[in-house]
C-alpha cells in the first residue's frame, strides 16, 4: 500500500535487468482515460529509459477494465511477447460494479498467469476517488505504471532464466 511518502516512481536503474531484448505488451483501458494515459505514459518511459526500443512495444487498447483480461490473452497468443502490462483504473462508485471488477480482473490476471507462460502484470489502480487515481498516475505517489515497467522487466528476465 502506498504512503504518503512512498513514490512508485522509484527505481534503481542499477538493480534492473537487460531489457533490450524483450518484447513487452501493454494493454490500456480507456476506461478512466486522464488516468490509464498517465499510467502507460510511466510504463513506456521506464521502457525505454531501460533500453528497451520503441518497437518493442506493442500497445493495444480495450474499452474497460473488465476487458483487459481478453486483451492480454489475446496478445499473448498473438504477438510473441515475454510480459504483458494491462492497465487500468476502477474507481469506487455508489454501487457494487466496483467490486464486481475488481475482483473479476484480479481473477482473470491471476487465472493468465498460471495458465499462460507469459507473465501478466497487474496495473489495475482500485481507488476510493478520483484524487487517489491521480496520486498514483503521476500525481504525488508516483506513477503506478513506472512500478509495473520494472516488474515487467524482472519479469521477462525471469521467464527467460526458466
Known amino acids: 500500500m502506498a504512503t504518503e511518502n512512498k513514490n512508485l516512481s522509484a527505481y534503481d536503474k542499477n538493480t534492473i535487468p537487460n531489457a533490450k531484448d524483450f518484447r513487452f505488451g501493454i494493454v490500456v483501458s480507456e ?6 494515459t498517465g499510467l502507460y505514459n510511466g510504463a ?14 506493442v500497445t493495444w487498447n480495450v474499452p474497460g477494465s473488465f476487458e483487459l483480461i481478453y486483451g ?11 510480459t504483458v502490462i ?8 455508489e454501487t ?18 498460471v495458465q499462460t507462460d507469459v507473465p501478466v502484470i497487474f496495473c489495475v489502480l482500485t481507488d476510493n476517488n478520483m ?5 498514483r498516475s503521476g500525481g504525488k505517489h508516483g506513477n503506478k505504471g513506472t512500478e509495473a515497467a520494472i516488474v515487467a522487466i524482472r519479469m521477462a528476465d525471469l521467464r527467460s532464466k526458466a
Open 31 to 36: 476506461w478512466n482515460e486522464n488516468i490509464t
Open 44 to 57: 513506456v518511459e521506464a521502457l525505454i529509459d531501460n533500453e528497451v526500443p520503441q518497437e518493442n512495444i
Open 72 to 82: 492480454a490473452k489475446k496478445m499473448i497468443e498473438t504477438q510473441n511477447v515475454d
Open 86 to 93: 494491462v492497465i487500468g483504473s476502477v474507481i469506487q462508485g
Open 96 to 113: 457494487k460494479h466496483f467490486d464486481f471488477v475488481c475482483e473479476a480482473v484480479s481473477q482473470g490476471i491471476k487465472d493468465l498467469n
Open 131 to 135: 484524487q487517489q487515481a491521480i496520486d
